[in-house]
């Protein structure tokens, strides 16, 4: 990564995504969202009120799709902009242009599910025999029968949300716009930085002073906004709190739970066996990074350093590209060829420039192919993030191929599975193509630092933190910057035990993640990567085909997630997958240990 970071503007084209998939022109999109008022329109002319028969309900669902699919095309065109560049005002200006139109017409068809849910079980079922496709949007109507309010307050709640989900934006505003984290000097040089060059850059530079320095320096300034940050998910997850009351859910974990089609049972148990089963796996493996690079103590600064820093392989974006078609050929020809054309088309966004969110993220909506942002510096653990995204891709390219429209998304449970199963992938080829030692070495750790430690680790912590806040709240009580910083720095310290010193700044870490302000997803990563590692283990072992998983990815969310984990060969209904995934890690630790003896 060049240490200046370049205005959008200035960035190489090749290195963008093409929005013109969506729409050609912006006179397209404005003409785009005039028709969408219109069909809107149209729409609540013709079903508003004469929702009686089966036959009339699934003509309309099918008319509903064609107005959700330009809906989401509408979305994907206003939002990707400003994701890459904050600080574009046009961009900013159509997106929230955009939103208060979908506002509008969010509340003209709320009037559809509120009339669905008036009729008998017996019309709704009709529906599914009239057409098999449409099983999942009745069981979801159905399901919604028990917490639908009435009519007009549903329709205001529509017509609110435009600032009832105004949070995550406001934290992104503070974070990656307001926030000017300067620059900090380490080995005799001024380095600039930003959240994305300390989150996706400096943390893993192999240089102790660079890593320490740079985390001093934005945690420094990230401190400056604690209070803003904190009220405004005081917020946020109040707002969860009132809706759960206001839906009549027990509390506010059910009501969050309710559309991934899972209980507190499996939520607490991934967050649980993972707190006290999996912290000593990772207190070892950590001391062992410790050991190699002969340091006499491992701080939260330094945990994302590479075991090897002099054994770091550097990336081409061509190279990469051949990296991660060779990595996925087990999966066919059929599934590589979704991974080329993601290079071809230009559905990825690799640029680093100013105003760029941080982290990675994959974006699918159902009539256009998908969408991925990352930032790429050059580095193997950028291959990582890429076929995990490109993971994601792949899902929502073949669910969106083999269900209709209000079917193709599965439950945020597995949402993470497929991505993470590309890691385990990219891991696995990369291992046989070791050629000593140090190399099967560099890329066991690999596999932990990036693909476990991210997943089971990161997302882990931010999930065992979370849960504290809702219970908080679902205690009717309230939080303040320095609880939530408590609060991260116990989660923390329960973790890591004495095998990291978590300095000051750490209890931090709680400003730093999005996925705070996305329900209760992030306890999901290591739900996902716990079902994938299982699939993978078990194609590799030839106890289930590859076909099985190929079968799962075109699911969408056709099947709850204990069924769909039974597609893929994997038993979620009880703890043995992630006791078995933990036990395959900690072998994998002790084998990268074993290396490490023989290579000295």
């Given at each position: 990564m060049s240490d200046k970071l370049f205005k959008r503007s200035e960035v190489d084209p090749g290195l963008k995504w093409d929005l013109t998939s969506l729409f050609q022109t912006e006179a397209d999109f404005d003409l785009a969202l005039e028709d969408l008022v219109k069909d809107v329109d149209q729409f609540v002319q013709?079903?508003?009120?004469?929702?009686?028969?089966?036959?009339d309900v699934l003509t309309s669902v099918k008319d509903l799709e064609a107005i959700l699919a330009r809906l989401q095309d509408i979305h994907q065109y206003s939002y990707l902009?400003?994701?890459?560049?904050?600080?574009?005002?046009?961009?900013?200006?159509?997106?929230?242009?955009?939103?208060?139109?979908?506002?509008?017409?969010?509340?003209?068809?709320?009037?559809?599910?509120?009339?669905?849910?008036?009729?008998?079980?017996?019309?709704?079922?009709?529906?599914?025999?009239?057409?098999?496709?449409?099983?999942?949007?009745?069981?979801?109507?159905?399901?919604?029968?028990?917490?639908?309010?009435?009519?007009?307050?549903?329709?205001?709640?529509?017509?609110?949300?435009?600032?009832?989900?105004?949070?995550?934006?406001?934290?992104?505003?503070?974070?990656?716009?307001?926030?000017?984290?300067?620059?900090?000097?380490?080995?005799?040089?001024?380095?600039?930085?930003?959240?994305?060059?300390?989150?996706?850059?400096?943390?893993?530079?192999?240089?102790?002073?660079?890593?320490?320095?740079?985390?001093?320096?934005?945690?420094?300034?990230?401190?400056?906004?604690?209070?803003?940050?904190?009220?405004?998910?005081?917020?946020?997850?109040?707002?969860?709190?009132?809706?759960?009351?206001?839906?009549?859910?027990?509390?506010?974990?059910?009501?969050?739970?309710?559309?991934?089609?899972?209980?507190?049972?499996?939520?607490?148990?991934?967050?649980?066996?993972?707190?006290?089963?999996?912290?000593?796996?990772?207190?070892?493996?950590?001391?062992?990074?410790?050991?190699?690079?002969?340091?006499?103590?491992?701080?939260?600064?330094?945990?994302?350093?590479?075991?090897?820093?002099?054994?770091?392989?550097?990336?081409?974006?061509?190279?990469?590209?051949?990296?991660?078609?060779?990595?996925?050929?087990?999966?066919?020809?059929?599934?590589?060829?979704?991974?080329?054309?993601?290079?071809?088309?230009?559905?990825?966004?690799?640029?680093?420039?100013?105003?760029?969110?941080?982290?990675?993220?994959?974006?699918?909506?159902?009539?256009s192919h998908p969408y991925i942002m990352l930032s790429w510096s050059g580095i193997l653990s950028d291959a990582y993030t890429l076929i995990h995204e490109l993971?994601?891709?792949?899902?929502?390219?073949?669910?969106?191929?083999?269900?209709?429209?209000?079917?193709?998304?599965?439950?945020?449970?597995?949402?993470?599975?497929?991505?993470?199963?590309?890691?385990?992938?990219?891991?696995?080829?990369?291992?046989?193509?070791?050629?000593?030692?140090?190399?099967?070495?560099?890329?066991?750790s690999k596999m932990i630092s990036k693909t476990y430690y991210h997943n089971f680790v990161t997302h882990l912590l931010e999930a065992a933190y979370q849960r504290e806040v809702y219970r908080l709240i679902d205690q009717g009580k309230g939080f303040d910057a320095d609880k939530l910083s408590q609060i991260k720095r116990q989660v923390l310290e329960d973790f890591w035990g004495d095998a990291v010193e978590i300095e000051p700044g750490a209890e931090l870490t709680w400003m730093r993640q999005v996925h705070y302000y996305m329900g209760l997803y992030p306890y999901t990563y290591s739900a996902g990567l716990t079902l994938a590692t299982q699939a993978f283990l078990k194609i590799k072992e030839g106890d289930i085909d590859v076909s099985a998983w190929l079968d799962f990815l075109k699911l969408g969310g056709t099947k709850k997630p204990i069924e769909a984990g039974k597609v893929a060969g994997v038993d979620l209904d009880t703890e043995k997958p992630l006791a078995d995934t933990i036990h395959y890690l900690d072998q994998a630790v002790d084998r990268m240990i074993a290396l490490s003896q023989e290579i000295e």
């Open positions: 013709k079903y508003q009120g004469k929702l009686k028969d089966p036959e902009p400003v994701s890459v560049d904050i600080t574009d005002s046009l961009a900013k200006d159509r997106s929230q242009k955009t939103s208060s139109i979908v506002a509008q017409v969010s509340t003209k068809l709320s009037f559809y599910n509120s009339e669905l849910t008036l009729l008998d079980d017996q019309v709704l079922r009709k529906v599914a025999d009239l057409d098999p496709n449409y099983q999942t949007f009745v069981e979801n109507i159905i399901k919604l029968k028990r917490h639908q309010l009435h009519p007009k307050v549903e329709e205001t709640l529509a017509s609110l949300s435009p600032v009832l989900n105004s949070f995550e934006e406001i934290y992104e505003q503070a974070r990656s716009a307001d926030a000017d984290y300067g620059s900090f000097l380490a080995q005799g040089r001024e380095y600039p930085l930003n959240f994305v060059s300390y989150e996706e850059v400096y943390a893993y530079d192999e240089s102790q002073e660079v890593r320490r320095k740079s985390y001093d320096q934005f945690n420094k300034v990230l401190g400056q906004y604690k209070n803003t940050v904190a009220t405004n998910y005081y917020n946020h997850v109040l707002r969860d709190k009132i809706m759960a009351n206001l839906r009549g859910f027990d509390s506010v974990f059910d009501y969050l739970l309710e559309d991934q089609d899972v209980g507190l049972d499996l939520y607490h148990r991934q967050i649980d066996m993972l707190m006290e089963d999996f912290a000593p796996v990772m207190r070892k493996y950590i001391s062992h990074v410790k050991e190699v690079n002969g340091l006499d103590k491992i701080t939260y600064a330094d945990l994302k350093m590479d075991l090897d820093p002099d054994y770091t392989e550097r990336l081409t974006l061509g190279e990469s590209r051949d990296l991660i078609k060779q990595a996925t050929q087990v999966l066919g020809q059929d599934y590589v060829a979704i991974m080329d054309q993601a290079y071809e088309d230009r559905w990825i966004d690799f640029a680093s420039n100013i105003g760029k969110r941080s982290g990675a993220f994959c974006s699918q909506a159902y009539a993971g994601h891709a792949g899902q929502g390219y073949l669910a969106a191929q083999n269900q209709v429209q209000t079917a193709f998304r599965p439950s945020t449970y597995l949402i993470e599975a497929p991505s993470t199963f590309n890691e385990l992938l990219l891991s696995d080829y990369l291992r046989k193509e070791a050629t000593s030692p140090r190399a099967e070495r560099s890329i066991i």
